[in-house]
């Protein structure tokens, strides 16, 4: 069975300053996919990034960065820039590839995010 | 291309009666996952569907039901509601494979008095 650790209840960043929020992951499998989601206090969960397990590049988009270190199995997020639109819950989330295992997405507790002027 | 939409947005319910959650994918998508978000528990897999066939459950019991139809849209159904199924219901879709991104839409607020 997989499991993802995020151990941030919370974090503080100051508007324009980078933040990374950390993720950990456990999975015998030998082929996944690592997901982050936003979610504002409206409740929809916004897709932010992917990376796969093969990946030799950590993955980006626009402000938001993965660093992917496999071997301490570990996909923190980075946030660059960051604005007051990111105060929200963030959310690691992992699924095996492998289709003969109970292949689901599986979430962490969730980082809240606040950003301030 | 529209988003995944559920309705009803939200909904009240009284213990023991039964409810139906829509789901409709984003176009071309033909996978349908659900999910159960509350503050206890967190966000928990319900099922995921493929081609109208389910493809995956989550340890729920079996007054959570689901279907797809063959338009790819999706219903959830739970029987006899008690009260810690208060929660959020999320919807997510994507085009199939195990390796594409699951999209969510806005969920469903339930709550059971």
């Known amino acids: 069975a997989q499991k993802i650790t995020q151990t941030q209840p919370g974090m503080f960043v100051q508007e324009k300053e980078a933040v990374t929020l950390d993720c950990t992951y456990d999975t015998s499998d030998p082929s996944y996919g690592l997901f982050w989601y936003k979610q504002p206090s409206s409740g929809e969960m916004i897709f932010l990034i992917y990376q796969g397990s093969y990946d030799q590049q950590n993955a980006t988009e626009g402000r938001y960065s993965l660093n992917f270190q496999k071997a301490r199995k570990s996909a923190n997020l980075v946030i660059s820039a960051s604005q007051l639109g990111d105060s929200a819950m963030y959310f690691c989330?992992?699924?095996?590839?492998?289709?003969?295992?109970?292949?689901?997405?599986?979430f962490g507790t969730g980082t809240r995010l606040q950003v301030t002027l | 291309k529209a988003g995944v939409t559920q309705t009803p947005r939200y909904l009240i319910k009284t213990r023991g009666q039964q409810v139906t959650l829509s789901c409709s994918p984003i176009?071309?998508?033909?996978?349908v996952s659900w999910y159960q978000q509350t503050p206890g528990q967190g966000l928990q897999f319900l099922f995921e569907?493929?081609?109208?066939?389910?493809?995956n459950k989550g340890n729920f019991p079996g007054r959570f039901s689901g279907r797809q139809f063959s338009n790819s849209r999706s219903e959830m159904n739970v029987s006899t509601l008690e009260l810690g199924d208060s929660a959020l219901y999320l919807c997510?879709?994507?085009?199939?494979?195990?390796?594409?991104?699951?999209?969510f839409g806005p969920g469903t607020r339930l709550t059971v008095l």
């Open positions: 989330a992992m699924r095996p590839f492998y289709t003969g295992t109970a292949s689901k997405l599986t």
């Open positions: 997510a879709s994507s085009p199939g494979r195990l390796t594409d991104t699951q999209y």
């Open positions: 176009s071309g998508h033909r996978s």
């Open positions: 569907y493929f081609s109208e066939t389910q493809r």
